[in-house]
């Protein structure tokens, strides 16, 4: 059987409990149908017709689509072809996280409130999401912006609850000395909460408070500040890259081009 190369499946390296489909340039139809999953997902390009249950909605590149568990949909092109990107998350897990952040006990999981958004915020969530959740580098990265995702898509009408708003500067602290620590281990998010007694939600939250982003984020940040430094000392880049624990050479260099706007290459050319 030959293979359709315009769509892609996979299971998520970091979290059993989310798929990734994305299609590149696809012309196929379906008919309507549910996932027992949530479903949400960007159009990268192109328009579509969207129906879900009985409200039908025309939508177009930047788009973010929101499906809730067992709603009826369908979602096809309307000039041809389009390119999107979809992640189906376990309901059940989901609504875990949900509870944690919004700290409710009387539903299973919170639906979405429309079929769809159209601000740029909710599209680079996705964006940042998908990209981490198809890696197979940092736990610690998907999982923190899976939260900030959940938070995004569902506050508006679900207010934080109170005990969350105040930063637990003493606890997170330990958060940051542990990263300091160990700067090459790639430590979950649960250890973190587990050794400093907070909520996952609570503890990223917190950090973001009193340093300005979130534990994922502040790891790398530390990271390519020694990784300059051993480049300066001319350390190879492999070896900077595994002594620093990042997945491989690749993984490295895009992060630190992200930071510094030149190859570690290139910047260590200028001290060795």
């Known amino acids: 059987m030959a293979q359709d190369d315009t769509v892609f499946f996979k299971k998520s390296p970091l979290l059993p409990y989310a798929e990734l489909r994305r299609a590149n340039g696809s012309t196929a139809c379906y008919q309507t149908h549910s996932h027992d999953e949530f479903s949400f997902g960007v159009i990268d390009k192109g328009r579509a017709n969207y129906q879900n249950l009985n409200k039908h909605n025309d939508i177009s590149q930047g788009d973010t689509v929101t499906i809730n568990p067992g709603d009826a949909h369908s979602c096809n092109p309307a000039d041809g072809e389009w390119s999107y990107r979809m992640l189906f998350v376990d309901a059940a897990y989901l609504g875990q996280q949900q509870h944690e952040i919004f700290k409710g006990d009387t539903w299973d999981f919170l639906p979405f409130d429309d079929n769809y958004q159209k601000d740029a915020r909710s599209y680079q969530l996705f964006e940042q999401l998908f990209n981490s959740l198809l890696s197979q580098n940092d736990l610690l990265a998907a999982e923190c912006l899976l939260l900030d995702y959940i938070q995004h898509a569902f506050e508006a009408k679900h207010a ?10 003493n606890r997170v602290s330990r958060v940051k000395d542990m990263i300091m620590d160990a700067l090459e281990q790639n430590i979950a998010l649960d250890d973190f909460s ?71 290459r290139h910047y260590q050319s200028f001290f060795v």
């Open 194 to 264: 587990q050794e400093v007694g907070l909520s996952r939600y609570h503890l990223v939250r917190s950090f973001k408070q009193a340093y300005g982003q979130s534990p994922h984020a502040f790891q790398l940040d530390q990271r390519i500040k020694k990784a300059k430094l051993l480049l300066q000392d001319g350390r190879s880049l492999i070896d900077t890259a595994s002594d620093l624990g990042f997945a491989d050479q690749s993984h490295f260099q895009r992060h630190f081009k992200k930071r510094m706007a030149i190859t570690p």
């Open 160 to 169: 934080i609850h109170p005990d969350l708003i105040r930063p637990d500067i």
